[in-house]
């Protein structure tokens, strides 16, 4: 490329000297005919001279006349910009910062965007591979379901199943609680995948339920739990203390078929009975795997969706647990589209306002480059006076501005890349392994590349359309420049100021949805509450042991100082894993799920309520008494009490849930999945009559709730050392992805508002100093026949100010219809609060005065005298 | 007799006819249209290089180096195949619009 661009100038170097040459020796043969025509020899050269015209507007036509190779010319018009640019550095800076900062939010989602939802998963023919799914609710299946889904389907090559699985995986004696998939014999081989070390379990040698206890381990677990072993193919590990063989070690970079989560290892689902307790290979009504699988070659998704859902339609005639059954294929990688669908809403949602903001610094930049165009009349008036053409001037303003834009997309693919890999890095402080690989592919760049080439286009037509409009000849009598009424600086910055309104509603709507989800009424109160989780199977401590420890445990933890109560629980209400459950109301005699209901269902200890900060509205709290020996009996929430009692003061009664419970207590409603459901039923029943090996320990304090939590670790460890103990934490830190939807909407919009304002300032900025120092003398000439400044003042800013409003009521009117775009994002929040449009039109005041009070000043202390004077 | 002023678009085919008798430098150029037209056409000094460079880009005259007269290595520009076929059209078509044009002008009342 160097040589080519050098080739060419050397080569253009000849070419000026031969034009030159040729020009000189015309004027000297002309000289020579004059002088024989009988002139004398000096003013014959000057006759020549003359009739031969201006040599440098001569050259300029002939280097038209012959069209440049493009190497150079291209360089020339560059060197050029260059030289321009720096001579501008601050407007440089400006410009290029401005561009960057709006190509770099908009890369670092579309990253996001490509790492969570378009790339591929990293298997051969990643295509074909989908997730079978239900439409709507628990997108996943039960073992059975599975496989007769397997068993009857037409269209897929090979179906698997996998299931979350935490286990303790035993290095160097100590039970460490580790993430992975239970998955069927099959798994490795649709997915096509090929191991890094050693082989993959099949679907021949995981036959045996209980019996084959073989391994496979991902690529950094080999690397960090196992310093990379190279014999690690053969080697037997304890996994909740049962002998397991590792067999392979899975490829670097496979992660499974689900995006978010990192597994370590791959067990096969016919061990499921052990690793779990309990058996659920054989329940139809437990939707405890999720199902996904290979195509057949050629076949498409319509066909697929229709001979599933004739297989589903036979499963829920023969099943009476799949009544109402249907299932349909969906891309894999989200859980299925209940969870995918309002990601993909949030992320175009997202990446729609991110190009508002690339828009709006693309305005700013358009509007900045028309004020300098204008700052420039007289230069361009002598470049054309010395003879370039037109389409040369269009073209050099053009080059000018790619320079920036370049520049711009440059510093903003670095900023976004980093920010890219540094959010690949980020783990989020859970028990769970959520990570997302969002790290920059090629589809990213290229995303760059061609934003760049789109800015590059947008800000050359400005300048392009100036240099083609207007009459070089009419420019020279007016150095100025034409005055037209609708500017094209004044169009851009209103346009900006329009959008720059848009992203300033949406981030206040946000910043509104946070704040109403942080005072929403939840049902517990998680400030002051401190939780440790500890599971007692890896450690294989089995049935009556359980209850003895778990109790031993809780009274170590009521010794903690500090510890106002302490209870147990299966799981928390808005932490990340829920279960929920049909029940019955007591007069059902036909027990299918038609005419169930669903709830949601926690197992806990006596002082729950208490601890987590549930209040008990009528009836009594569970005692050490509701056990094993005793009838069963359950607490339930209001909306359980009036949907599935049928009234509120319902104390006493039964319904079916296996066998008849009798409600004793109920409490208020809570949030239990996520903060925008609506009220849900819910209940609750004591861990004596339910018995559980994973719970969660939490204490109310009035300490630190971190340091309680790491005393609870202690403590349980005391008992114990093989127990792995996680989830150490204040509760409301576990709650975090609880608020996870409404904290991104708050960072990415609340960026993307902050970005508008620093682009309107410097819009404003810099067309109300052009214009005030563009009358300058117009304004002293006011001022010294007596003026008022005020009425001076409005004269020179009002068009300025006009623009700014008419934007920024476009804007406000644009922000109100988008409110389906923002319902997307942020939930239970509308541009249509009040609050929200008072908060924006402050804001917008406050950055209009802000940005236009310097060149307002500049003005008002103009000494009239001193400017009149400089002409 | 007082010089005319070329019409526009017509220097590029003075130029090509005064190539096709015989390669010929810049200036000479210039000295052949005068020459060859009876000194009755006034080309402006100037005008005649981009006009030299545009047929040069389309093809139609191509440079040598050669010996002026006074001893130079001098440019020579000289017709190619493609400028022959160029003027042997374009003085077709001169010809068509002159006799078009003498026509049209010698129009007398009774003929319309």
């Known amino acids: ?871 | 007799m007082e010089a005319t002023n070329v019409l526009p678009g017509t220097l590029d085919l003075l130029i090509l006819k005064a190539l096709s008798l015989g390669p010929l430098y810049g200036y000479a150029v210039l000295l052949r249209i005068e020459e060859i037209s009876g000194r009755a056409l006034d080309i402006e000094q100037g005008a005649l290089y981009p006009a030299l460079y545009r047929l040069e880009r389309r093809g139609w005259i191509e440079t040598e180096w050669g010996q002026s007269e006074n001893n130079r290595r001098t440019k020579y520009y000289k017709l190619t195949t493609p400028g022959r076929k160029q003027l042997r059209e374009q003085t077709d078509s001169w010809h068509r619009m002159v006799s078009a044009m003498a026509a049209a002008l010698g129009a007398r009342t009774s003929e319309v």
């Open chain 1, 1 to 871: 490329m160097f040589k080519v661009v050098w080739r060419a100038l050397s080569r253009r170097r000849d070419w000026e000297q031969e034009l030159h040459d040729e020009i000189r020796d015309h004027i000297a043969h002309r000289t020579a005919d004059l002088i024989r025509a009988g002139l004398a020899p000096c003013e014959a050269a000057r006759r020549a001279r003359v009739e031969f015209g201006s040599a440098a507007s001569l050259k300029e036509l002939c280097r038209e006349a012959h069209g440049l190779s493009w190497p150079s010319e291209v360089m020339q018009d560059l060197r050029y910009a260059w030289r321009m640019l720096g001579r501008n550095a601050g407007f440089t800076s400006i410009a290029v910062l401005s561009l960057a900062l709006g190509i770099g939010v908009n890369i670092v989602v579309f990253g996001v965007i490509n790492g969570i939802l378009l790339r591929p998963l990293p298997v051969p023919d990643p295509d074909r591979i989908v997730s079978v799914a239900r439409p709507s609710g628990t997108a996943s299946q039960s073992f059975p379901n599975y496989g007769d889904i397997r068993d009857r389907n037409a269209v897929f090559e090979s179906l698997f199943a996998y299931r979350f699985a935490a286990v303790g995986l035993e290095t160097e004696g100590k039970a460490e609680r580790t993430w992975g998939f239970l998955v069927t014999g099959n798994y490795f081989d649709g997915l096509g995948i090929r191991p890094a070390l050693g082989r993959f379990f099949g679907a021949n040698d995981t036959a045996a339920i209980n019996e084959s206890p073989w391994a496979v381990i991902s690529y950094g677990c080999w690397r960090t739990r196992f310093g990379g072993d190279p014999k690690i193919v053969g080697r037997v590990v304890h996994i909740n203390s049962y002998p397991y063989t590792i067999v392979g070690v899975a490829p670097p970079g496979f992660r499974g078929t689900e995006i978010f989560y990192s597994p370590e290892i791959w067990l096969p689902a016919s061990m499921q009975p052990q690793i779990d307790g309990r058996s659920l290979l054989e329940a139809r009504q437990s939707n405890t795997f999720w199902v996904a699988g290979r195509l057949k070659r050629g076949i498409s998704i319509a066909q697929a969706n229709s001979n599933l859902s004739v297989v589903a339609a036979q499963m829920a005639s023969q099943f009476v647990a799949d009544e109402g059954m249907r299932i349909s294929v969906a891309r894999p990688g989200l859980l299925g589209p209940v969870i995918s669908n309002p990601i993909h809403a949030f992320a175009a949602g997202v990446m729609l306002l991110a190009g508002l903001v690339l828009l709006a610094a693309c305005a700013n930049l358009a509007s900045l480059l028309a004020v300098r165009l204008a700052d420039r009349h007289r230069e361009l008036a002598i470049r054309i006076s010395v003879g370039a053409g037109r389409a040369r001037i269009a073209r050099q303003l053009v080059t000018e501005s790619i320079p920036i834009a370049l520049l711009g997309a440059g510093l903003g693919c670095c900023i976004a890349v980093a920010l890219l890999n540094a959010l690949t890095r980020l783990r989020v402080s859970l028990d769970f392994p959520v990570q997302f690989d969002v790290t920059a592919d090629w589809r990213v760049f290229l995303f760059s590349l061609l934003a760049a080439v789109a800015i590059c286009i947008f800000l050359a037509i400005a300048p392009a359309l100036y240099a083609w409009r207007t009459d070089p000849y009419q420019r020279l009598r007016a150095p100025d420049g034409p005055h037209h009424r609708w500017a094209l600086r004044d169009v851009a910055l209103a346009g900006q100021i329009a959008l720059c309104c848009i992203l300033v509603t949406a981030s206040f709507v946000s910043l509104r949805g946070l704040a109403e989800s942080l005072t929403m009424p939840l049902g517990i109160e998680p400030r002051g509450v401190a939780a440790a989780a500890f599971d007692l199977a890896p450690a294989g401590c089995r049935g009556s042991q359980v209850q003895a420890f778990q109790q031993r445990a809780l009274e170590a933890i009521e010794r903690i100082p500090g510890v106002a109560s302490a209870a147990f629980c299966d799981t928390i209400p808005l932490y990340m894993d829920q279960s929920d459950t049909e029940v019955y109301s007591s007069g059902t005699t036909d027990l299918r799920p038609a005419n169930g209901q669903q709830s949601y269902l926690y197992v806990v200890s006596p002082a729950f309520f208490r601890t987590v900060g549930t209040r008990l509205i009528l009836g009594r709290n569970f005692t050490r008494h509701d056990n094993a020996n005793t009838p069963p009996v359950a607490i339930v929430n209001e909306t359980f009490a009036r949907q599935i009692l049928g009234g509120a003061n319902q104390v006493g009664s039964f319904f079916r849930h296996g066998p008849l419970v009798q409600v004793v207590g109920i409490v208020e409603d809570g949030k239990y999945q996520e903060l925008a459901e609506e009220a849900r039923p819910a209940f609750f029943v004591p861990i004596l009559q339910h018995p559980n090996t994973s719970v969660i320990a939490i204490a109310r304090t009035t300490r630190p709730e971190r340091q309680v939590a790491a005393e609870m670790r202690t403590a349980v460890q005391n008992l114990d050392p093989r127990i792995p103990v996680y989830d150490t934490s204040g509760l409301n830190d576990l709650l975090g992805f609880t608020y996870l939807p409404v904290r991104a909407a708050v960072i990415s919009l609340g960026t993307f508002g902050l970005l508008a304002i620093l682009l309107s300032i410097t819009g404003i900025y810099g067309v109300a100093a052009y214009s005030v120092s563009r009358r300058q003398r117009e304004i002293a000439i006011r001022t010294a026949i007596g003026a008022r400044r005020y009425h001076v003042l409005r004269q020179i800013l009002g068009r300025t100010g006009i623009f700014v409003l008419i934007g920024c009521f476009a804007g406000l009117a644009f922000g109100m219809g988008a409110s389906r775009v923002l319902a997307s994002i942020v939930y239970q929040a509308t541009p249509r609060d009040p609050l929200v449009i008072i908060a924006v039109v402050l804001t917008m005041g406050a950055v209009g005065i802000g940005a236009g009070y310097r060149p307002a000043r500049r003005a008002l202390v103009l000494d009239p005298a001193e400017v009149l004077r400089q002409d």
